[in-house]
T-cell receptor, first 115, second 113 residues
Framework: GAVVSQHPSWVICKSGTSVKIECRSL??????MFWYRQFPKQSLMLMAT?????????EQGVEKDKFLINHASLTLSTLTVTSAHPEDSSFYIC???????????FGEGSWLTVV | DAKTTQPNSMESNEEEPVHLPCNHS???????IHWYRQLPSQGPEYVIH???SNVNNRMASLAIAEDRKSSTLILHRATLRDAAVYYC??????????????FGTGTRLLVSP
């Protein structure tokens, strides 16, 4: 079946640095991908919609200059957390839909720890 | 978006059936009922979905009330690997942005040996 893969699975970075997380659709093309953030013991919170070839659409309260999203190809979206701070430490998850959009596939998630 | 209400947590014993309820009293006629689950430290995975009729697949069954204001996800024989958070989500494929899933708090299922 369709698979969405994220890389890296986990990353530790220093405060003030930037870190990039990749989301790939492995056997299908995804014109739209989604980025979520999840804090421990909480539900997933949608951050933004990543659109291939155009600007991402951010949910209310999400800083677009801090969470840079690039969707340069039909199989790859990247999320860059800029000037990371400890409060950005979280589980970041991407999703994509196959043809027709009926089924949503999620990546394995990426743990970010900012020290 | 129509809202769903689920119990925060439920417990089950291994090998026993589990019935996970979801209330969605404001569901519209075109909303599909979707269930996803999230195992610890993993992304969510699709479980099952339906519109009006009950649905079965290899993972679970979905029982939908006649008035569609509630539904129940049924795991016929719980295993330890079924311990997860189960999310009930409404999706209208006719809506722009229907691919965007909005997660509620879900039900945390605990399975004891």
């Amino acid at each position: 079946g369709a698979v969405v893969s994220q890389h890296p699975s986990w990353v530790i970075c220093k405060s003030g640095t930037s870190v990039k997380i990749e989301c790939r659709s492995l056997d299908f093309q995804a014109t739209t991908m989604f980025w979520y953030r999840q804090f421990p013991k909480q539900s997933l919170m949608l951050m933004a919609t990543s659109n291939e070839g155009s600007k991402a659409t951010y949910e209310q309260g999400v800083e677009k200059d801090k969470f840079l999203i690039n969707h340069a190809s039909l199989t790859l979206s990247t999320l860059t957390v800029t000037s990371a701070h400890p409060e950005d430490s979280s589980f970041y998850i991407c999703s994509a839909s196959g043809a027709g959009g009926n089924t949503i596939y999620f990546g394995e998630g990426s743990w970010l720890t900012v020290v | 978006d129509a809202k769903t209400t689920q119990p925060n947590s439920m417990e089950s014993n291994e090998e026993e059936p589990v019935h996970l309820p979801c209330n969605h009293s404001t569901i519209s006629g075109t909303d599909y009922i979707h269930w996803y689950r999230q195992l610890p430290s993993q992304g969510p995975e699709y479980v099952i979905h339906g519109l009006t009729s009950n649905v079965n697949n290899r993972m679970a069954s979905l029982a939908i009330a006649e008035d569609r204001k509630s539904s129940t996800l049924i795991l016929h024989r719980a295993t330890l690997r079924d311990a997860a958070v189960y999310y009930c989500i409404l999706r209208d494929p006719g809506n722009t942005g229907f691919q965007k899933l909005v997660f509620g708090t879900g039900t945390r299922l605990l399975v004891s040996p």
